[in-house]
């Protein structure tokens, strides 16, 4: 196959429809069939990338090998196709207008007048088919951020539309996904919405080529020759996408409704062998047949909005799959955790896991957590800011250092066990200045980390500005506190834990964007067993 094919995703009626679970369905699909398929998110915010976003803003910002701050759905289609994403399959409006204003700073545009067409098209197009035009990929396919009638959305439908006249039907179609919402008083479900939304589209220029339904009920065939007869798509296009009970039961649904077969069409593209899903469906079946149930505490600071921490969510999906365990996650504001008030918030669970973040807020509540699942045997794991916690606690009560902290919480602490790193203190700029990306981490043999992973090397992603902070190392060394993982470059401490424990661990780096269905993250699958032991021994 010489030429790449790109499948373009828009949304409309509303958003959070699910374009990202789709686009990364459609493309484990084709990926299954034999193509090599990759995803791309588009998203028409000014920020330049997610990084310097408040979670509650946007979920959790995902970071990929080469360090760059993400959209949350790259998560998904990593988990989903276990393929690793890059800078390039994530692009704002900020990154692309500040593209443009610095070539025309450079004097790139030879003193043209510099306008969103072409100059802000072009950028785009160009950046829509940089992974294709690496020659990796068979098939591209690239999620539109927001609405069809959205004001930022619109360079962006613009940019397809003139993709799609440049490299023809047969090279690149658009897929749209709409809502046929149910009224309950009228007892049915309405097009309307759906109508409205493709007719959007078509005043921009785009015609839709599949037509994907979100809905709560079953679509009669009545609805979807109606859909089909006024959105001006083929009978074949109109896709259901119900309501599943978990996004990884999507692709299945896909496959049902024949959403690959239906592309691969448009693409005048051979199907090719049927798609072999063997693996992913006994992943299904072991998620909705457990045979044990735990749980486990999330001790976070922005536990109201569940997108913040999507990567730990998912991640223990798999590894409760691995485990043939149903995990519950508890989620436990940290600003109400007290001394006074702990064992009641950690009433029935099995684990903790005290999450990553960033600020002071909630950060004594972390502390309390830490100190309770060390003292009463609970199986705990830290993640970044949670390591860091561990090692501010231990430094506390073992040590008896009662001021020990971390210099992002107290500049002015006498024993700041964790600290600023060296090239971080003359940083004025916030975005994109962070530890970033894949770092290596050298495991001792014989620690539980090295039981972990099974092997003395290994590579993990980071996103943090903070470091456990050596000059206090070896003290904490000598009082149990073990330092298991080091980077072989910096000398930085990757991984602490406790020995005379039943699972004591914390990690500076993120090891649940690595999770997939796949390969569930080995820590986050030995930690959900370690609670389903001492559920056991209870």
Known sequence: MNQT?????????????????????????????????????????????????????????????????????????ERILNVPTSQANNVTTGRIYLSVIEKERRGEFLGKT????????????????????????????????????????????????????????????????????????????????????????????????????????????????????????KKEAVIQSI???????????????????????????PKKAAPDLK?????????????????????????????????????????GAANETKVNVVSIHSEFITAATIKEKLVGLDAILVAPGFGERGIEGKIEAVRYARENKMPFF???????????????????????????????????????????????????????GAWKCEIKEGSLAHQIYGQTMISERHRHRYEYNSAYVDALQKAGLKASGVNPDTGLVEIVEIEEHPFFIGVQYHPEYKSTVANPHPIFVNFVAAAVKAKRSK
């Open 382 to 436: 830290g993640i970044c800011l949670g390591m860091q916690m561990a090692v501010i606690e231990y430094s506390r009560t073992v040590l008896g250092y009662t001021e020990a902290n971390s210099t992002e919480m107290n500049e002015g602490t006498p024993h700041p066990v964790v600290n600023l790193m060296e090239e971080q203190k003359n940083v004025t700029e916030k975005g994109g200045t962070m530890r970033l």
């Open 243 to 269: 309501d599943a009970s978990t996004i990884y039961e999507v692709p299945n649904l896909m496959l049902e409704e024949g959403l690959d077969i239906v592309a691969l069409k448009k693409l005048d593209l």
């Open 114 to 233: 510099v306008q969103v067409v072409p100059h802000i098209t072009n950028e785009i197009k160009e950046r829509m088919q940089l992974l294709g035009n690496s020659g990796d990929y068979d098939i591209v396919i690239t999620e539109i951020g927001g609405t069809v009638g959205d004001i930022e959305s619109l360079p962006y439908i613009e940019s397809v539309r003139q993709l799609v006249w440049d490299l023809g039907e047969s090279n690149a179609i658009v897929i749209h996904l709409t809502l046929v919402p149910y009224l309950a008083a009228a007892g049915e479900l309405k097009t309307k919405p759906t109508q409205h939304s493709v007719k959007t589209l078509m005043e921009s220029g785009i015609k839709a080529d599949i037509l994907v339904c979100r809905t709560e009920h079953e679509l009669s065939q009545e609805i979807r020759n109606k859909l089909a007869l006024f959105c001006n798509v």
């Open 279 to 319: 693996n992913w469906n006994t992943f299904l079946r072991r998620i909705k047949n457990p045979k044990h149930t735990v749980n486990i505490g999330l001790i976070g600071k922005y536990v109201e909005m569940q997108d913040c921490y999507k990567s730990i969510l998912e991640a223990f999906i798999h590894a």
């Open 5 to 77: 094919k790109y499948i373009f995703v828009t949304g409309g009626v509303t958003s959070s429809l699910g374009k990202g679970i789709i686009a990364a369905s459609l493309a484990k699909l084709l990926q299954a069939r034999g193509y090599r398929t990759t995803i791309q998110k588009f998203d028409p915010y000014l920020n330049v990338d997610p990084g310097t976003l408040n979670p509650y803003e946007h979920g959790e910002c995902y970071v990929t090998d080469d360090g760059a701050e993400t959209d949350l759905d790259l998560g998904h289609y």
